[in-house]
């Protein structure tokens, strides 16, 4: 029987009806303490620490804090601690503050090969999904979940349904795997991949390398989407050989993953066609990554929607974002540009930007920070001196974390910044309270760092 | 986790789509290593800005897709300590959904439609083993998975049914399932 890439990993993982095998299990020290109390409370081990890894990536100052006990702020001291002590109560790899592997959750696993196709991946975080970007099955889970896998190694899991995304033609220049799954967002809305397990697949997405993928896969949550997939090639399998995680016997294993990718005429139960040929660069403009418009565009008019829902939606994010309809957004003027978070902090994000700002200057009305995806990054990084890059134009150059994704450590917008950033969610005060997110590619927030405002990339040089 | 049959009484309404978890939960209050307490700061920007109010209730009714972005557990923990017992919904978030049931808060889908017409009646019933919202307007049917209606009925701990299935997780490693994979242990 034909099958498609999901239905081959489920079937092979499950253990019996609804309960699946689970292969990686990553940790970080937001959502595993409370998973660890539950434990301690019932008298559980952790059934397999081997197939668990942990690091401090949420709560992490980017500023040279290089130890959890040195953390200035109490509440994420105790937390990194706790997790730290956590790991080695129960046996578990944890790559904290200090350890040159510490970073990202979702950049160390790829990095360290630890990320591999035909895989069932898990964390108690959203953005899991990038991991999918191997052929692995990987989605972001809850606390009582993380709970459950320490505990059991298995998850309880309802099947999804199966969407393949197929974008023909190739992406133009200035063009992103950013911009293609904003616009893919954009277009199914927040909610359009609710219940689905999405494989991206075509000519447009075969011709990206691994970092591309990854930042495909990782918003596939903004989307909705339980996990994204694509299909190993040879590409993937070549990204994994030699790192420290590599399976020992390496032929056979790329071996059994060149068997994954979906058999032709394989079924899905959803099938959506794009033309990644017809892409621009985009940006958000409201509070949900669905808010989303070509760089081109002017700012949307509430009153041109259809829905009242929508109508009511948008007007509250605009009144939210200070922005007025029909405002070009190349208009647009951010005061602060952060490159960094799991969507778009690799090596490769990292050059990208320093093409464009290189022997440029920040807009002296901007203050622009680059946070490395990992200590690894930054290593490999500041070795290809692209922190002498970024320094020189002006930039801040930190140290490895979620900084201002999320701003649960020291790195957040006031009140009313408006911010272009290359994370992931432009939610209501996800950056900080009252802050203003714009979503886009590393490329279009150098950019807008250099000119002040927001250009089209592919009008500048 | 608290059996949970019939949820009785008086229903909270955001009328609004996409709450996000960052909204229900920011991110300050997620430093906390503790389980509970998290009622206090639920919504914490809209109710302190005065954009919103909100009544503790048994029942919460609101927009399409709620609970959508961050996987963050504080979320579902949050709407339990304020006081609520059942979330009805036109559609969830998958993550949140899943959330909710594992801590015995009852996330119950109706159309749009029908979730108006709770939110005007001010009251409501909702009987988890029948699978129906009963309010002024009618009766209006829910469905919710069968394994996920017994954990909640019977308040059941899932990893302990888990456990209890531990000979077929002994037998699916020992034929090379767990074969897959890196040892981290090991790296």
Redesign the interface.
Known sequence: MLQNMFEKIWE??E??E??I?I??HLVHE??S??AF?GLRL?N?PV???????ATAD??TPTDGTMAARLIA?E??R??VE?LERNCEEF???VYSLGSDRQGIVHVIGPE???T?P??TIVC???HTSTHGAFGSLA???????V??VL????L?Q?R?KTMRISYSGELGSGVTPKDLILATIGRLG??GM??YAVEYAGPAIEALEMPGRMTICNMT??G?G?AGMIAPDEKTVEWVRGR????ADFDAAAARWRQLPSDDGAMFDTEVEVDAGAISPMVTWGT?P?MVIEVTDKVPDPAQMDSP?DRE?AERALAYMGLTAGTPMTEVAPERVFIGSCTNSRIEDLREAAEVVDGRKVAPSIRAMVVPGSQQVKATAEAEGLHEVFRGAGFEWREAGCSMC???NPDTLSEGERCASTSN?N????QG?GGRTHLVSPKMAAAAAIEGHFVDIRDWS | MRPIDVIEGKVSVLD???V?T??II???F??????TGFGEFLFY?WIRDGEIELESNPILVT???FG???????A?WALEDFGFQAIIAP?F???FY??CT??GLLPAILDEEHCRLVAEAGEARIDVDDETVTCAAGVFEFAV?P?VKHRLLNGLD??A???E??A??DK??SAG??E????????
Not at chain 1, 151 to 154: L, P, R, S, V
Not at chain 1, 244 to 247: F, I, L, Y
Not at chain 2, 30 to 35: A, G, P
């Open positions: 092979a993982h253990v019996s609804g309960l095998y292969d990686l937001v959502t303490p409370q109390d019932a559980r059934r397999r620490a081997d197939k668990t890894l949420h709560n702020d509440l994420s105790v937390q706790t046996g578990i790899p360290l090969g630890v591999q035909g895989m108690g975080d959203s989605f972001g889970i809850g606390t009582s979940e709970e459950h505990a059991t190694q298995c309880v309802k999804p927040t909610g609710t219940g949550i903004e909705g339980r420290p995680g590599a399976p949900n669905g829902g939606s999320l701003g649960m969610r939610f209501e005060g996800r309270k | 609004r789509h996409d996000d960052d909204q920011p991110k300050q997620l430093k906390r290593v503790e389980r920007d927009g399409r897709n959508s972005g961050s996987s963050r557990e504080h579902p559609s978030a998958d993550i899943s959330n594992k801590i998975e394994d899932d990893i049914i888990t456990l299935n531990g077929a997780i699916f490693e399932g767990a897959r994979g890196p040892v981290t242990t090991a790296l």
